[in-house]
């Protein structure tokens, strides 16, 4: 079992920035890839970015690829994503979550999901 809490969500001005946690618990996260995936209301929670159990490889949605870092500290147990040059597009819960395999960019490849923390991005 593992639990994940995500933090730093906010409300932020266009063209600024947030540097997103997601701190683990368990025994899963460091041989796990980890991904970082968003839902604004009304839309289906979609791909933002991933990285695999060594942090050697990322990979990103078109629509953050530049202005998103994902990173992780598997000592410490925790991924980050910093997000620069935020658009009002971005606003949306950001969840974190652990994959045991198979597809990036495909919800149905984790299996477990933090509760999400708000970023609002205003024009």
């Known amino acids: 079992q593992v639990q994940l809490v995500e933090s730093g969500g906010g409300l932020v001005q266009a063209g600024g920035s947030l540097k997103l946690s997601c701190a683990a618990s368990g025994r899963m996260f460091s041989g796990y890839a980890m991904g970082w995936f968003r839902q604004a209301p009304g839309k289906e929670r979609e791909f933002a970015a991933a990285i695999n159990w060594r942090g050697g490889s990322t990979y990103y949605a078109d629509s953050v690829k530049g202005r998103f870092t994902i990173s992780r500290d598997n000592a410490a147990n925790t991924v980050y994503l910093q997000m620069n040059s935020l658009k009002p597009e971005d606003t949306a819960v950001y969840y974190c979550?652990?994959?045991?395999?198979?597809?990036?960019?495909?919800?149905?490849?984790?299996?477990?999901w933090g509760q999400g923390t708000q970023v609002t991005v205003s024009s």
């Open positions: 979550a652990t994959t045991g395999g198979g597809v990036y960019s495909l919800t149905s490849s984790y299996i477990y």
